[in-house]
Every structure is written in structure tokens, then in C-alpha cells.
């Protein structure tokens, strides 16, 4: 088989890539215009086709093509499936589904090194072709679940399709279309998005304004740290990093690896509607410091030691425990339950593309880093100490910047971030406002808080007895 030179293989990652990102820039206007529920079908056969031009392909140029439509694909599914969880759950196990979203990613890059190991001693093409025609499975199987599953009835409410959006719900939370919570539910969610349309429509410049501006640099910046905690660097690299530390049988190391980000997200998805979204990030991001800095410590002062090596792994796989069950799982939810209704599909697309942008900038950047050689850090495990720093920076992020989501719906997470400004404050918030209530404050809505607005629905409603009492006698 012929061998694939150094920039031949980049432009297969770099292009896989490439269409990650714009995949998911994408994926606003296509989950917007076609619905949640079908843009996930689409994007499905986006990426099937990617997978058939890859398996079809006998020379690089067609090859990359399909890696850019699989990229593309992928790229719209990531940012889809988090908006449709969050939109179609309820409160009390949204955090917990939302986070099987990271379990699944877990899990499917524990298949695929099973499957690379497999067959990577082929010397036919079968060695690149059955790993990528696999792949076909996962897209059936995504398009046959959606065909059963309804939209989501905040997609109905935003296309003033209430009828629909009662049906939908009523699927979902297996009630009767006239049950008495579910009523309250839908009429909440209408009023609620009437109340964040009378501030204003949201197109993409007003997504970096005011508290929604907050709101997304919030998202981005918890995407964007979640790469730069180097846990890619060991899914990506760590077979050749353990090679150059000395570690006999790597690959056995990598599966070890693998098994324990799959096992260590299941606690996390419990633990998030016990504990919290903050204190799981905040400590996680410390657990994750202590880690890098032992095996950065370590692999630096005893680079040949046979100990070393041993508590390398160890630490290893104590950080990727801390990784799986608190930041892999929980950016997903965090970043689906901050954005209004109006333009959460905007925001969901800018914050999964800076994760895919930063991504593909760590898969590029960390080779010159670790590797030695002309033109090259040669920083080998010195690199820990890089990833660890900003572990420490997620900690102060966490502090200053992420709200307290946990047992609340989305429409009070609205509120939330309408009365409360610091974040260290979020958990002891209270909501109090029924949207309902001060759906009918009119436009001077525009001018005041929402505290105010529904200071003004609460007196509007006292009165009302008193006049009532008036004109009756």
C-alpha cells in the first residue's frame, strides 16, 4: 500500500475538522428552518455520505472530500443533539441525558480503537475501509430513533405552533394534552419566549450583547477549556507519548485508558442532579491540576524510571476519572440550559464550534510541543505542566462565571440570569417570577428588569380584587 506523507495525513485531519466547525455554524439556521427533530435526519445522511466517499475512495483527493462531508456531518449533529435534549427534558433528569451525550462520545472512541487495533495489521485496503464503513451504522441507527421521536415542543412554541407543541410535549411526558401540568408547563414556555421576544428578536449580532452576550462568552470560554485541559492529547497522542516515555505494550495502556473514560462517566451523569453543575466543574478542574502536575513533575524528573512510569499511568487515569465525570459530560449541559429560546440554536452553534475549533487547534499545535527535532518544543512530559495551568484557570472560571442550573427549567434560567449577577450568588437562587404573570406588562418591558417587571404583575394582581370589589359595589 502506499505510503501517506506528513502533508497528505494533516489535510486528512485538518479537513475532518474544518468541517466539524462548520458543521456546526451551520447547524443554527439548519435546526431554525427545518426543526430540530429533521435537521438531525439530515445531517445523519450528511454524514453517510461523507462515510460512502471515504469507503469508495481508491486516491487522496475524493478521500479528503468525504472527510469534509463526514466533518460537516458530525459537526451538525454535535451541536443538535444537546439542543434537542435540553429542549424536550425535563428538569429533574435533564442534566443526567444531556450528559449520556459525552457518555456516548466516550464509548464510541472505546469502539474505535477496538476496531483500529483490529485491523491495523491489513496490508489491503480493508485497513482504512471496514474502520470507516462502521461508521454507517451509527448514522442508520441515528435516523431510525429520530423517525420515532417528535419535535420539540419549544421548536413548535418558537413557530407559534401551540397545538403542535401541546402534542409533542404530551408524547414526551406521556400526560394527556389537557393534564393540568402539562398545561402549566406549555403556558409557561409561551410566555416566557413572548417575554423574551418583547426585549427584542435575536440575530447573530445581538447574541454578543447584554446578558446574552455574557451568557455565550460564558459558553464558549467553557468549550474552548474543556479542550484545553488536555484530555485529547491523551486520546489523541497518548499511545506515542507512553512509546517515547518508555512504557512497554502502549496500546494495552491506551484500552486502559479508554475503559476508564467510559466507566468514570456514569457517576458524573448521577452526580450532577445530586451535587450541582458548580461544585462538580470547580472540583473536578482542581482534582484535574493535581493530576497534571504529578505526572508533569514525575515524567520530567525520573524520565527513564520504571516507578515513574507506574505512577504516570496511575495519575493519568485519576485525571481522566476527574475529565469524564465532571467536564466531558458537563459542558454539554451547561452550554444547552444558559441560552433563551429565541436564540438558543445560535448560541448552541457558536459555542460546539469554538469546542471543535480548539479541538482541531490541539490536535495541530501538540505534536511541535511534545515531539523532539528540529523546530519542535520537544516538551514531552513537561506538557502536563501546560495542561494543568489551565486547569487551574477553569477553577477561577467556574468561581466567576458558571450559574447554578441544577432543578430548575429553562425558562428560570432565564430568570436567573435576569436578577442575579454573580455567579458565586446562583446557588442559593430562588425562582419567583411565573411568566405568565407579566406576559401582559407591555412594552415598557423594555425599559425595566425583570425584578421590576414582575414588581409591577405582582401589584397589577392585588389590585385586582380591589377594583373588583369597587365595581361591585
Not at 438558543?344 to 479541538?359: E, G, I
Not at 499545535?365 to 520537544?378: I, R
Amino acid at each position: 500500500m502506499p505510503i501517506i506523507t506528513a502533508s497528505e495525513q494533516s489535510e486528512i485531519v485538518s479537513l475532518l475538522s474544518a468541517g466539524t466547525f462548520f458543521g456546526a455554524l451551520l447547524s443554527a439556521p439548519m435546526g431554525d428552518i427545518t426543526g430540530r427533530r429533521m435537521g438531525l435526519i439530515l445531517s445523519s445522511f450528511v454524514f453517510i455520505f461523507g462515510v460512502i466517499l471515504q469507503t469508495a475512495a481508491t486516491a487522496i483527493p475524493l478521500f479528503v472530500t468525504g472527510r469534509f462531508f463526514a466533518g460537516l456531518g458530525v459537526g451538525l449533529i454535535s451541536a443538535l443533539v444537546p439542543l434537542y435534549q435540553s429542549e424536550s427534558l425535563p428538569k429533574w433528569i435533564r442534566g443526567a441525558v444531556v450528559g449520556s451525550y459525552q457518555f456516548a462520545i466516550t464509548v464510541g472512541l472505546f469502539i474505535a480503537a477496538i476496531v483500529d487495533y483490529a485491523t491495523k495489521d491489513r496490508n489491503d485496503t480493508g485497513s482504512y475501509r471496514i474502520p470507516i464503513a462502521v461508521q454507517f451504522a451509527w448514522g442508520l441507527i441515528m435516523i431510525s430513533g429520530m423517525l420515532f421521536l417528535p419535535e420539540t415542543p419549544r421548536f413548535y412554541i418558537k413557530q407559534g405552533k401551540n397545538e403542535k407543541a401541546c402534542k409533542s410535549l404530551s408524547r414526551l411526558r406521556r400526560l394527556n394534552v389537557d393534564h393540568p401540568a402539562l398545561v402549566e408547563e406549555i403556558a409557561e414556555i409561551q410566555a416566557n419566549h413572548e417575554y423574551e421576544l418583547s426585549l427584542g428578536k435575536a440575530s447573530y449580532l445581538d447574541c454578543f450583547r447584554g446578558t446574552l452576550g455574557k451568557r455565550l462568552a460564558t459558553g464558549c470560554l467553557l468549550q474552548a477549556l474543556q479542550q484545553l485541559t488536555g484530555v485529547n492529547f491523551i486520546f489523541y497522542y497518548g499511545t506515542s507519548f507512553f512509546t517515547s516515555s518508555g512504557i512497554s505494550n502502549p496500546f494495552i495502556i491506551t484500552v486502559i485508558t479508554d475503559v476508564v473514560n467510559v466507566t468514570s462517566t456514569l457517576p458524573g451523569l448521577y452526580m450532577i442532579e445530586k451535587w450541582g453543575r458548580r461544585p462538580m466543574l470547580f472540583w473536578g478542574a482542581v482534582g484535574m491540576f493535581v493530576c497534571q502536575m504529578i505526572v508533569a513533575a514525575t515524567g520530567t524528573a525520573l524520565p527513564n524510571s520504571v516507578v515513574a512510569n507506574k505512577v504516570l499511568i496511575a495519575f493519568v487515569c485519576v485525571y481522566i476519572f476527574f475529565f469524564a465525570s465532571t467536564w466531558g459530560p458537563i459542558a454539554w449541559v451547561v452550554t444547552g440550559e444558559i441560552f433563551p429560546l429565541k436564540a438558543r440554536a445560535k448560541c448552541l452553534s457558536m459555542t460546539t464550534a469554538t469546542n471543535w475549533l480548539l479541538n482541531w487547534a490541539i490536535a495541530y499545535a501538540t505534536p511541535y510541543l511534545v515531539n523532539p527535532g528540529p523546530g519542535n518544543a520537544n516538551l514531552q512530559a513537561k506538557v502536563f505542566f501546560i495542561w494543568g495551568g489551565f486547569c487551574l484557570v477553569c477553577a477561577v472560571f467556574v468561581y466567576f462565571l458558571i450559574y447554578e442550573s441544577k432543578g430548575l427549567s429553562l425558562e428560570q434560567v432565564d430568570e436567573m440570569y435576569a436578577k442575579e449577577n454573580r455567579a458565586w450568588k446562583s446557588t442559593s437562587f430562588v425562582p419567583t417570577v411565573s411568566f405568565q404573570e407579566v406576559r401582559g406588562m407591555g412594552g415598557e418591558s423594555r425599559k425595566q428588569s425583570l425584578a421590576e417587571i414582575e414588581a409591577g404583575a405582582i401589584r397589577r394582581k392585588s389590585q385586582a380584587p380591589v377594583e373588583k370589589s369597587m365595581n361591585g359595589v
